[in-house]
């Protein structure tokens, strides 16, 4: 009998198992969420996005983050119920170098850019920003912002980001005191438009602008 035949159905049978692997591969993608958490800085999570037949085949994923982080080689095993999650944060957006290993022996080399994007709230808030102002000599004015809405909204909100007028020192300021509606003050001569980030405890951000008033 000859042996062509056998070698073909084995050529044929390594073939089907390498676009079956290939196929497997494709479906694979790795993919991130992200948290503004103020101060320019970002929570983020990047996870291996597939189906559950393929994380279960899944042992361990490697990730190599930036060099500026401690420990950047972090290894995520035998977590196929939360997708290999990694969960850290930071500034700045990089290229996530990810290798997948499987269980077979295989494994997969793939980046990810990392993107920051930020989800708007979840929840509709009767919210809005306000300011007093008070002249303290001939045009220099002490003032103050803060929010206004009913208590339930405020109760979802976590901390409030001020950004002020670039001449100001620190001009990017965080309140996170509830007991005074996230009350910023400072003195100034002159009006602008304060952009405002109002930061909820699910995660989501509610943005504003509000035009500085003095009377």
Avoid at 11 to 33: E, Q, W
Avoid at 164 to 186: E, G, I, K, Y
Wanted: hydrophobic share 40%; aromatic share 10%.
């Amino acid at each position: 009998m000859s042996r062509r035949p056998l070698r073909l159905a084995a050529g044929l049978l390594a073939a089907l198992t390498l676009a079956t692997a290939t196929s497997a591969f494709a479906a694979l993608t790795i993919t991130n969420t992200s948290s503004y958490m103020g101060g320019g800085r970002w929570a983020w999570k990047v996870f291996v996005d597939a189906d559950a037949e393929t994380l279960q085949r899944i042992e361990c994923v490697e990730y190599t983050l930036h060099p500026t982080f401690p420990d950047p080689v972090r290894r995520v095993c035998n977590q196929a119920k939360t997708r290999f999650a990694l969960s850290t944060n930071g500034w700045g957006t990089f290229t996530i170098k990810v290798r997948i290993e499987y269980r077979d022996g295989r494994s997969d080399l793939r980046e990810h850019q990392l993107a920051f994007t930020q989800e708007p709230a979840k929840t509709p808030l009767s919210l809005e920003a306000r300011n007093w102002a008070r002249e303290i000599e001939p045009g220099w004015w002490e003032w103050g912002a803060h929010l206004a809405g009913p208590a339930a909204d405020l109760e979802h909100v976590r901390c409030v980001e001020y950004t002020l007028h670039p001449t100001f020192p620190n001009p990017v300021r965080m309140v996170c005191s509830r007991a005074d509606r996230f009350l910023l003050t400072a003195r100034g001569w002159g009006t602008f438009d304060l952009k405002i980030k109002v930061l909820l405890k699910d995660g989501s951000m509610y943005p504003m602008t509000h035009s500085l008033k003095f009377r």
